[in-house]
């Protein structure tokens, strides 16, 4: 469907609107004026009846019966399309057109009488026929003409028909016609005078100012802002299009603060790649060569019990300096997963089993709530394994020792997507430490490291997972992973 602009689209119905508005008019109109129109002309032929029939009346009494001279003269007045005197039955006696006198025009007579005889009423009204209306009235014999009429008295002796043409009347219709269309013409150039700028200044200049902004904004200029055009309708799409750009500015924005973090981190893994490699090999031949002097002196008798105790300390503090270097090159040169479907639910039972014995020591409740219709995994079970592991002792650890002791691990799925979770009674983990809780070297802990929850979420990632904090600020912090599931990666 091809596209318009508003006039266009507008401007046909109003015309249209306009001319079937005049239309009505004029057709209403004229039938109105067509009903007065005849109406008074069967009036006037009513009235013109009445008069010439007492005036011939009046002829006749006078000794002058020739009336074929006052009908003609009738026939030439204005509006007058014939005049005629009639018998009674229907015979022409006279007319203002001289051919049809002996011509019967017994369909100008209203009635019949018992007899056969063509009369007419005297309440009969004009009657219009064919454009005429036909105005009759009976001439009857009073007492005054039965000195030259031998017939009974009030017998009709003759009828006086008088024909008013009603086209002459009806000729001021076409004016009408004719005005009616100019006026039809003056409202619609009224209506398209004030209609055209209205609609300029109201709806298309305003939607044309928004169709720049919204340019604008695709080639993305974020503070631009449409102006009000006053009316409660643009205004409203005004609105919600300044607020659109508002909450698409601070998309941007937050989408550029993630980018800021995320280079940030990668700049940390860097820092820490090459502060873990120098450490490894600065230190681990060097803590190996003094554990083991330290562990073969702890065994020689001569010493002291307190003595030995001291060097059994020492050995415990060098194992905890190469397990940190070791997580150090855990987080900055993983080790690639082996991918493949595994089953998640199966691994929570493996890491439950591993850890229950710190957990019963400790006096943890772990309660579990995994889902029965799970898809496979694609990862790597041992590392994610690892990572529940980790989550599991970071859960325990957070866990006062007079609080309510409990953690709830739990599965499920979310479209292709399986994933565990892992929540505990304990305070939670402030808000504004939640952006940091996954950088490395951030910890709460008074002997850890800051590196479990960041090597966690990089083993994730290198799964094609995501680790996440579900709950910031609020009590018993929730920590959920996901990874693919089989239907995922094979699609």
Not at 474 to 490: D, H, R
Request: glycine residues 8%; proline residues 6%; hydrophobic residues 45%.
């Amino acid at each position: 469907m091809g596209q318009t602009t508003i006039l266009r689209r507008l401007l046909p119905r109003v015309a249209g609107a306009v001319a079937l508005l005049t239309a009505a008019v004029t057709v209403a109109g004229a039938a109105f004026m067509r009903r007065a129109v005849i109406e008074q002309a069967q009036v006037r032929a009513e009235r013109m009846a009445w008069v010439e029939r007492e005036a011939l009346e009046e002829a006749m009494l006078a000794n002058n019966p020739d009336v074929a001279p006052h009908i003609a003269t009738l026939g030439q007045y204005p509006g007058v399309a014939n005049a005629r005197l009639l018998a009674p039955d229907g015979r022409i006696r006279a007319s203002s057109t001289p051919g049809e006198v002996g011509a019967y025009a017994r369909d100008h007579l209203a009635q019949v009488d018992p007899r056969g005889d063509y009369l007419a009423n005297e309440s009969q009204p004009a009657i219009l026929r064919a454009g005429v209306i036909h105005a009759s009235k009976p001439l009857r014999n009073a007492r005054e003409c039965q000195t030259c009429h031998d017939a009974p008295a009030s017998s009709v002796l003759g009828v006086l028909d008088i024909d008013v043409a009603v086209n002459p009347h009806l000729l001021g219709l076409t004016a009408f016609g004719s005005l009616s269309v100019l006026l039809g013409s003056l409202y619609l150039l009224a209506v398209l005078a004030i209609a055209v700028p209205t609609l300029g200044s109201a709806v298309v200049r305003p939607m044309r100012s928004l169709i720049g902004a919204f340019k604008k904004v695709e080639g993305g200029d974020l503070s631009v802002r449409a102006a009000p055009a006053g009316t409660q309708e643009v205004d409203g799409v005004v609105a919600g299009f300044n607020g659109m750009v508002e909450r698409l500015r601070h998309a941007h924005q937050a989408e550029q603060e993630a980018h800021r973090l995320e280079m940030e981190r990668a700049e940390q893994l860097a820092a820490v790649g090459q502060l873990a490699a120098g450490l490894a090999h600065e230190f681990r031949n060097p803590l190996s060569s003094v554990k083991a002097v330290i562990e073969v002196l702890a065994e020689e008798s001569e010493l002291g019990r307190d003595r030995q105790s001291v060097l059994r300390d020492a050995a415990g503090e060098l194992d905890r300096i190469d397990g940190i270097v070791k997580d150090l090159l855990s987080y900055a040169r993983p080790k690639a997963p082996v991918v493949a479907p595994f089953d998640l639910n199966t691994v929570v039972h493996e890491t439950l089993t591993l850890t229950q014995a710190q957990a019963v020591a400790s006096g943890i409740d772990v309660r579990t709530g995994l889902s029965t219709d799970l898809p496979p995994a694609v990862g790597d079970a041992d590392m994610t394994r690892q990572v529940l592991v980790n989550l599991l002792l970071n859960a325990q650890q957070a866990i006062a020792p007079s609080a309510e002791r409990q953690v709830h691990v739990s599965t499920g799925r979310n479209g292709h997507q399986v994933w565990c979770r892992v929540r505990d009674s304990g305070p939670g983990v402030p808000e504004t430490h939640a952006q940091t809780i996954f950088q490395p070297f951030v910890t709460s802990k008074p002997r850890g490291t800051g590196l479990g929850l960041s090597i966690s979420r990089r083993v994730i990632e290198l799964q094609g997972g995501h680790l996440r904090l579900d709950n910031p600020g609020q009590p018993g912090a929730s920590f959920t992973f996901s990874l693919p599931g089989e239907a995922a990666q094979v699609s």
